[in-house]
C-alpha cells in the first residue's frame, strides 16, 4: 500500500500530499536510467576481452578492448588533433545547417509560391548520396576543409528544414484566427505563435542532424581521402588500414563512436532545458 505524506502550501495554507512511493519510484528509475546502461555496455566490453583471450585472436584481425586503450594511450596526441578537426567540420556543419534549414523553412512556411520554386531542390540535394557529388564538391571547391563543410552540411541541413517547415505549419488554426482578430504583426504572430508551435519539430530535428553533421563529416574525408597532420579521424582510420594498423583504427573508431554519443547527449540535454517546463515529450509525470 503507497504511503502518503504532506507538505504546507504556503499560499493556500493547506497540506498538499506527496506519494513517497511514487516518488521513490521515479528516483529508482532514474537510477536505473544510467545504471542499466553502463553496466550492459561493461558486461559488452568484458566479453569482448575474454573472447579474444579465449579464442587468441591477433590482434591484427580484433584487437582487444585493452589493446585499444593502450593505443588511445600512446596515439593519444595525434588522434586527439584530428579529433578536434572533426569537432569543427561537424559543429561548423550543424550550425550552417540550423541557421539555412530554419531561414529557408521560415520562408516557405510563410510563402508557398517560394517553397514550390524550391523545395525539389532541396529534395535533390537530400536523396542524391553524398559520397557521388562529394567529388565535384571537392573539384569546385579548393580549399579542403571548406569543401568537406559543404559535405558535412548537405547532410545535415534537410532535417533541419523539412521540420522546420511541418512545425510552423503545425499551428492550431484556432489560435491562428485569434492572433488575425486581435490584429497581431507579423513579428508578433512569429514569435509568439509560429516559433513555440515549431520549437519541438525543430528539436527533434537538432537530435537527427546531429548526427548527421558527424556522418556527413566522416563520408566526406573518406571521398577526399586527405591525409596528413590537419586532418580528421576519418583520415586516421584510412592511414591505419593502409598500414595494417588495426589497434589504431579501432582507437580512431572510438573516438568517432565517443563524439556521436557527446552530440547526442548535447541535443538530448538541449531539448530537455527547451522544452522539459511546458511540452508534454519532456515532462516527467508521476504515476
Known sequence: ??????????????????????????????????????????????????????????????????????TLMVDGPSLMRSAWFTVRLTFWSLFLAIVGGVLLGALFALSRPLEMRLFPFAVILQVTPIVAIAPLILIYVH?????????????????????????????????????????????????LLLAPSALPYFMAALKIAGGLALIGAVVAEFVAGATGANTGLASRIIESSF????????????????????????????????????HESEIKRES
Open 243 to 278: 598500414r595494417n594498423e588495426i589497434p589504431r583504427m579501432f582507437a580512431a573508431l572510438v573516438l568517432v563512436s565517443l563524439l556521436g554519443v557527446a552530440i547526442f547527449l548535447m541535443t538530448s540535454l538541449a531539448s530537455k532545458l527547451v522544452l522539459g517546463k511546458w
Open 143 to 191: 580549399n579542403t576543409f571548406a569543401a568537406l563543410l559543404v559535405c558535412a552540411w548537405l547532410v545535415a541541413f534537410f532535417p533541419i528544414l523539412s521540420n522546420t517547415v511541418v512545425g510552423l505549419r503545425s499551428t492550431d488554426h484556432n489560435l491562428r484566427d485569434l492572433f488575425t482578430l486581435y490584429r497581431a504583426t507579423p513579428l508578433q504572430r512569429l514569435r
Open 1 to 70: 500500500m503507497a504511503t502518503t505524506s504532506t507538505i504546507d502550501d504556503g499560499d493556500s495554507g493547506a497540506a498538499a500530499p506527496v506519494n513517497t512511493a511514487a516518488l521513490a519510484r521515479a528516483r529508482r528509475q532514474r537510477i536505473l536510467a544510467w545504471v542499466l546502461p553502463i553496466t550492459t555496455l561493461a558486461a559488452a566490453i568484458a566479453f569482448w576481452e575474454f573472447w579474444v583471450w579465449y579464442k587468441q585472436v591477433p590482434h591484427f584481425l580484433v584487437p582487444a578492448p585493452s589493446r585499444i586503450w593502450a
